[in-house]
């Protein structure tokens, strides 16, 4: 990989002539202003260098005196962040879609075009993507101006339509409650006879406004809305807005603070990905392992009430350091639970890498290849799994982890198994990691001083969660409270995934495959794609059914 | 003579049916737009560590079958008409129980745009346990006070 200002030397070389100024916001960062009309050629010049992927694409009102809206286009390459800034007017205002060469671009663009009302051209599906159906037409909750409240009166029914049988292909209708989910979504599975040949999602159930309620509250209130965007992983959200707000206000917490941090990021891990394998087997139907997993997850769960005094929710990180503080005895039961975590997890590594008929559920299934998982803009596990090393704890490590390294787990197989071995992996490099913590946690106060008011500026905090990058865009303007937060889930990049996975694949592997990738419903918050067959309809006879039935079976 | 009879009988058979409701019911989960923070505790409480199954509780997908509604969040505008629609397919008597902050009061997210409110202000509610997430043994004394509260009064402690 090669360094960070060699790759933002490469950006701004790949992007000469198009630019109309630039600017270096922070050491990492280069922020290049273009034109909306030279938008497609800009991504087209680093996408076919291969240079990073679009983390995701921020909308920012500029207010009724600028009377523009400013759209950025987050792109890494490691360490590495080049800022596309396209303004375009507050009315009428219209970019060209990136799909093509981003397919996760879709979900953004969408997004953009319902909070603030920004035309996205050539988009197929311009459906409401977070907001519930029956939202007020013309109503952009992210538009400073907006009255929110009064839209969301008008809200009336937002029940889908019955789906059954469209002429002779058969539709199974999944969700929003179903045995299989423990979230709301609503999946609509084409089906003919066993294989799946269209799939559909619309999310928003989980839609609450959270990035617009952070900008009506201080930075202190908005650590506890943002440590509950999601509470599986509530410490890496938490993490990564303190981040941020950190390096806006130019203070740095002290190194035994940010060894806590880490910790704890640490113990969720494990016990997220404990919390998965349950999950993930349960929907391979080996309820067996939801039981076992489940049991071991109480260990960590017991270190993490022990420290935090909550289960769920832990609220470790304040801002300018941590709640509370790693004791002795706090050291001995980690280290303790870390013995029986590891034994577990080395366990549990030999049955989803031999047994037999978990493999013969798992292997094979959502094969995704190195070229494909990254083109697609995938993350966290789900990426790694087919091979491509990409960690932020290890491209662009923050707070502690210069300190305490994580080496990054990859495997090439690229399908189910992989993922399952991957994740199990690691869980035990988070025990050892946990371990270096312990060995060598530096001394010093919690906590620094934090100003109230955090100058204006903005900022961007990328953290390595259970499932992925997470990565957090923070305005500031001067007061208490910001100007804008933009929250973007690892689980939202890998929808994409399973829709397209799911199409050609039987039935029956569609809940593991949904399982795969971890999806955090609260966290991705909300979705509708249409994934149509990519090859049209795929008609069999009665006798090509049953040879592919036969081969199937026989794997 | 045969109004008595028929009496006493009603009066075994509802005996019956209280003990049966007691020591089997089955349990729907719905999350309209909590943090995962109580879904993920809920799932805690059936697994071996909590192990509410020896209540003869079941956790099961159907609301046709289920006995109890265990909902946690608060209700987001696109989850109300669904939240509604699921409590009107079970069939009576049910109960509902309301799991969290968010499900007792809308918690944190009181306020927001496409949050309607907490779960009473969209169904009736039985039981509330508040907690944020409230821990699997707070899950499991609510849902037993509310089993207790279907006892007829003499058999009360």
Same mark, same amino acid.
């Given at each position: ?16 002539? +198009?630019?109309?100024? !630039? ?16 938008? =497609?050629?800009?991504?087209?010049? @680093?996408r ?18 600028? /009377? ?17 800034? %396209?303004?375009?007017?507050?009315a *009428? ?37 977070? @907001? ?7 109503t ?26 469209? *002429? ?20 609509? $599975? ?24 952070c900008?009506?509250? /201080?930075? !202190? ?7 509950r965007?999601? *509470? ?6 938490? /993490? ?22 880490? +910790?704890?990021?640490? @113990? ?62 706090h050291?001995?039961? =980690?280290?303790? *639970? ?20 978990? @493999? ?9 290849? #190195? ?11 789900? +990426? ?36 399952? #071995?991957?994740?199990?992996e ?19 106060? +919690?906590?620094? #001083? ?5 100058p ?14 997470? $990565?957090?865009?923070? #305005? ?18 890998n929808? =994409?995934? %399973? ?17 795969g ?12 794609? =249409?994934?149509r ?13 049953r040879?592919?039935?036969? !081969?199937?079976?026989?794997? | 003579? &045969? ?20 020591? &089997? ?33 079941k956790?099961?997908? &159907?609301?046709?079958?289920a006995?109890?509604?265990i ?66 043994e ?10 207790? &509260?279907l ?7």
């Amino acid at each position: 990989m090669m360094s960070t200002d060699v790759a933002l030397q490469q950006a701004e070389s790949l992007l000469a002539g +198009l630019g109309k100024g !630039t600017a270096k916001p922070e050491p990492n960062r280069l922020d290049v202003v273009i034109e909306a009309s030279d938008l =497609i050629a800009a991504t087209t010049a @680093l996408r076919g260098a291969r240079w990073g992927y679009l983390a995701t694409l921020t909308g920012v009102d500029l207010g009724k005196e600028a /009377n523009q809206i400013e759209a950025l286009y987050h792109l890494c390459e490691g360490d590495a962040i080049v800022t596309l800034r %396209v303004r375009v007017p507050r009315a *009428g205002g219209a970019v060209p879609s990136v799909y093509a060469l981003h397919p996760n671009a879709m979900f953004f663009e969408r997004e953009l075009m319902e909070m603030f009302g920004v035309t996205v051209t050539g988009l197929s599906d311009t459906s409401h993507f977070f @907001l519930p159906d029956g939202w007020p037409d013309g109503t952009y909750p992210l538009l400073k101006d907006t009255d929110v409240q009064a839209a969301a009166k008008q809200v009336k029914g937002s029940e889908p339509p019955e789906p059954g049988r469209q *002429g002779d292909r058969f539709i199974v209708p999944v969700g929003p409650q179903h045995p299989a989910l423990k979230e709301p979504g609503h999946f609509e $599975f084409a089906v003919d006879g066993e294989l799946v040949t269209g799939a559909t999602v619309r999310l928003g159930y989980v839609h609450r406004g959270i990035e617009r309620a952070c900008e009506q509250q /201080n930075y !202190t209130q908005n650590l506890y809305l943002t440590e509950r965007v999601c *509470g599986i992983c509530s410490h890496s959200h938490a /993490n990564a807005y303190v981040n941020g707000v950190e390096k806006l206000a130019g203070v740095q917490a002290t190194p035994r603070a940010q060894a806590i941090r880490q +910790l704890v990021a640490c @113990l969720e891990r494990i016990h997220s990905h404990y919390l998965w394998l349950g999950v993930a087997a349960y929907e391979a139907g080996f309820e067996t392992l939801l039981m076992y997993s489940w049991r071991d997850r109480e260990i960590v769960m017991d270190v993490l009430e022990q420290m935090t005094g909550n289960r769920v929710n832990y609220s470790a990180s304040v801002l300018g350091g941590v709640k509370f503080d790693v004791t002795s005895a706090h050291a001995q039961a =980690i280290r303790h *639970g870390m013995d029986k975590i590891e034994e577990r997890t080395r366990h549990y590594l030999h049955v989803v890498t031999s047994d037999t008929s978990f @493999l013969s559920r798992a292997r094979g299934i959502g094969v995704t290849s #190195k070229e494909e998982a990254d083109a697609m803009g995938l993350l966290g596990p789900t +990426l790694r799994a087919a091979g491509v090393t990409r960690d932020v704890r290890v491209d662009a490590p923050y707070g502690s982890y210069k300190q305490f390294p994580v080496k990054a787990v990859v495997d090439s197989a690229g399908d189910l198994a992989a993922r399952f #071995k991957v994740r199990m992996e690691e869980a035990l490099e988070s025990v050892r990691v946990i371990r270096t913590i312990l060995d060598g946690l530096p001394e010093g106060d +919690l906590t620094v #001083k934090m100003p109230r008011k955090i100058p204006a500026g903005e900022t961007i905090s990328r953290f390595e969660a259970p499932r992925g990058e997470l $990565f957090y865009y923070i #305005k500031s303007n001067g007061t208490d409270k910001p100007e804008r937060v933009k929250i973007r889930t690892p689980s939202i990049c890998n929808w =994409i995934f %399973v829709l397209k996975k799911a199409v050609g694949a039987q039935m029956a592997d569609v809940p593991p495959l949904l399982a795969g990738i971890d999806p955090c419903f609260s966290c991705n918050d909300r979705t509708i794609v =249409i994934n149509r067959p990519r090859h049209g309809r795929q008609v069999l006879t009665w006798e090509e059914l049953r040879r592919q039935a036969i !081969t199937h079976t026989r794997r | 003579m &045969s109004v008595q009879a028929d009496s006493i009988w009603s009066e075994a058979l509802e005996k019956i049916k209280t003990w049966a409701r007691v020591n &089997s019911p089955w349990i729907l989960h719905y999350n309209s737009g909590s943090c995962n923070g109580c879904d993920i505790e809920i799932v805690a409480t059936i697994t071996p560590r909590y192990d509410l199954e020896r209540f003869g509780i079941k956790l099961q997908g &159907s609301p046709r079958h289920a006995d109890v509604l265990i909902c946690t969040g608060p209700v987001t505008l696109q989850s109300r008409d669904r939240l509604k629609r699921i409590y009107e397919q079970m069939p009576d008597p049910k109960f509902v129980v309301a799991v969290g902050s968010c499900a007792t009061s809308g918690g944190v997210f009181q306020g927001c745009y496409s949050v309607v409110g907490h779960i009473d202000e969209v169904i009736p509610v039985n039981a509330y346990i508040p907690g944020c997430p409230p821990r699997p043994e707070a899950i499991i004394d609510g849902v037993v006070k509310l089993l207790t &509260s279907l006892l007829p009064a003499k058999a009360k402690k």
